[in-house]
């Protein structure tokens, strides 16, 4: 008769089974919420370029009329390239402009 302290090799082989099932629910409980995170950053990040692109269009239109009004006159009917050389230097100052703001201020939230 055995030893109530004795496993017998199928008890042993259940409980080895089970303990590798947990771990295996234990580890796709993990991955679940990795993904979760992921795809909350993703949507996050997915939004916010949506508006900073709707953003960047109404800039884009407002600097067009600028240009229209204030420039145009300026140089005349066939002021076309130079029209869009000077929307051009508007563009990328506010785009450094912007940029090195938001840099600046991504390091002060780092540290």
Same mark, same amino acid.
């Given at each position: 008769m055995p030893n109530k302290d004795q496993i017998s090799? *199928? #008890?042993? $082989?259940?409980? =080895?089974?089970? &303990? =590798?099932? $947990?771990?295996?629910? *234990?580890r796709m409980l993990q991955e679940a919420? *990795?993904?979760? &995170? #992921?795809?909350?950053? #993703?949507a996050f990040k997915l939004v916010t370029s949506g508006f900073g692109l709707v953003a960047a269009l109404a800039w884009n239109e407002l600097i067009k009329e600028v240009v229209n009004l204030y420039i145009k006159p300026i140089f005349g009917k066939n002021s076309g390239l130079i029209s869009l050389a000077i929307y051009a230097v508007i563009v990328t100052f506010l785009a450094v402009l912007v940029t090195y703001q938001l840099s600046r201020f991504a390091e002060k939230e780092d540290n």
């Open positions: 090799p *199928r #008890q042993e $082989k259940h409980t =080895k089974e089970v &303990q =590798k099932q $947990k771990r295996i629910e *234990r919420r *990795r993904f979760r &995170q #992921q795809f909350a950053k #993703q």
